[in-house]
């Protein structure tokens, strides 16, 4: 095993039965572009291989968002497309940074391409310092916006202080349809920026794995160059580009969540929690003092809910992440929160 490779930790998100308020997936049902498979699997021949450039779906990509479709690349997840650009621009030993805590895969895909990972911090009330980041020798910047695992999104004019840094500057957006943030439609202004999206969250097409990045058509040529041939499935290629003409379901998705996450936030501040303002689907949350946060993880779980948290961050070691589900969810949860905290005393 490279030795880089010795200090990657094994990802294994909770496998448990429970209300999975875990993963911010999507908890509206039915999902519309299921109509759309029928009539998708009679057109298609799966003894063929798919698109290996997705032609149909940057295509769509493009008129969604303004750009040429050469101004995109399509991954198996967002995960995928971390990866390639992490091997594409790093060479073994260079740094890649990020302001935290944020999203733990950042480091992972680092490590596992030889690169080092830096993560900085963030300010007050989990805000960028773009002077902090920008203070490091670091090749690649990655700024999650909204930043997972803290739910906020970052001041514009820190964010563009570091995009005209010059340097290559990823930004992180799977949740910003949910608040309408937007560096995608920026990306012909700044050659060094790239904007990476996914279809898991608010199109709700996680168990697909389709994400995408948008940048300057030359960087996207750069990952393309690494990118293994034929990485999207066809079936997960035609659905996405159905599910990008269902934008009805995509703004019921983000009405209900903001509609919900007041109600949330409301049920969890009534029983003690502090919760932070949140612009996404999920919500971080601090245990009311006296409760060992890790034991009541458990106590949640036991009684039915699924959370997420950090084992590691001193800055989230009595935090929970939480994602807003819906009003059959609020329910279900409060029930549960009940029983946990009833065995917490």
């Keep these: 095993m490279r030795e880089s490779h010795k200090r990657l930790a094994l990802y294994r998100p909770a496998q448990t039965e429970g209300l999975p308020l875990n993963l911010n997936t999507c908890r509206l049902t039915p999902h519309p572009a299921l109509k759309h498979l029928p009539a998708i699997l009679e057109e298609m021949n799966l003894s063929d291989y798919p698109d290996n450039e ?25 995960d995928e497309v971390f990866d390639l650009v992490f091997k594409t621009f790093l060479e073994p030993g260079e740094i890649a940074a990020y302001p935290g805590p944020s999203y733990v895969m950042y480091s992972h895909y680092a490590l596992a391409n030889g690169a080092e990972a830096l993560e900085v911090p963030l300010a ?50 799977a949740y910003a349809e949910f608040c309408g943030g937007n560096w995608i439609s920026r990306v012909k202004e700044f050659p060094n920026l790239l904007v990476v999206r996914t279809f898991s969250k608010v199109y709700g097409m996680a168990g697909l794995r389709v994400g995408y990045v948008a940048g300057n058509p030359e960087l996207i040529e750069n990952i393309d160059r690494v990118r293994l041939p034929f990485n999207v499935n066809s079936i997960s290629q035609a659905l996405a580009v159905a599910v990008l003409k269902e934008q009805g379901f995509v703004k019921d998705h983000i009405t209900m969540i903001n509609k919900e996450r007041a109600h949330w936030t409301e049920m969890l ?68 929160l009940a029983i946990a905290l009833s065995s917490s005393v």
Excluded at 54 to 78: D, T
Excluded at 124 to 146: G, M, Q, R, S, Y
Excluded at 304 to 330: E, F, N, W
Aim: proline content about 5%; overall charge positive; hydrophobic content about 35%.
């Design 54 to 78: 997705c032609k149909l779906l940057r295509k769509a990509l493009a008129k969604q968002h303004g750009l040429k479709p050469e101004s995109f690349l399509v991954g198996n997840g967002s």
């Design 124 to 173: 007050d009330e989990f805000n960028l310092d773009p002077d902090v980041l920008l203070n490091t020798n670091a090749k690649l910047l990655v700024i999650c916006n909204p930043n997972n695992p803290t739910g906020n999104i970052q001041n514009s004019a820190d964010v563009e202080k570091v995009i005209r840094s010059g340097r290559l500057v990823v930004v992180d957006e």
């Design 269 to 336: 501040s009534k029983n003690g929690f502090q919760v932070w303002p949140s612009d996404t689907n999920f919500l971080l949350v601090e245990v009311p003092k006296g409760i060992d946060r890790n034991q009541f993880a458990e106590r949640l779980e036991k009684a039915g809910a699924l959370v997420q948290y950090s084992k590691t961050h001193p800055r989230l070691s009595q935090c929970l992440r939480i994602s807003v589900g819906t009003m059959q969810d609020r329910a279900e949860f409060q029930k549960v």
